[in-house]
């Protein structure tokens, strides 16, 4: 699946459950371009991939890095 269409996967789902990408930030304490981004695939933001499991976003729709494998990450916060 390309990146454009997991994206619009994922806010599908978000709001499907009520939530908006700036909800997720807000709920982790993260600046939105941060949600945003690992959304998009271009960060891998561990505390974002793992709230959007938690709202449940099937993992086929999240950029899990293979190397890192569960959530892995290479920024903790930012």
Do not use: C, W
């Amino acid at each position: 699946m390309n990146r454009q269409k997991a994206r619009f996967r994922i806010r599908e789902h978000l709001e499907s459950v009520g939530l908006t990408m700036l909800d997720v930030a807000r709920r982790l304490g993260l600046n939105k371009n941060v949600v945003v981004e690992t959304i998009g695939g271009g960060r891998n933001n561990r505390r974002v991939l793992e709230e959007l499991r938690a709202v449940g976003v099937p993992e086929k729709y999240l950029f899990i890095p293979e190397s890192r494998g569960r959530a892995g990450n290479h920024e903790e916060a930012a």
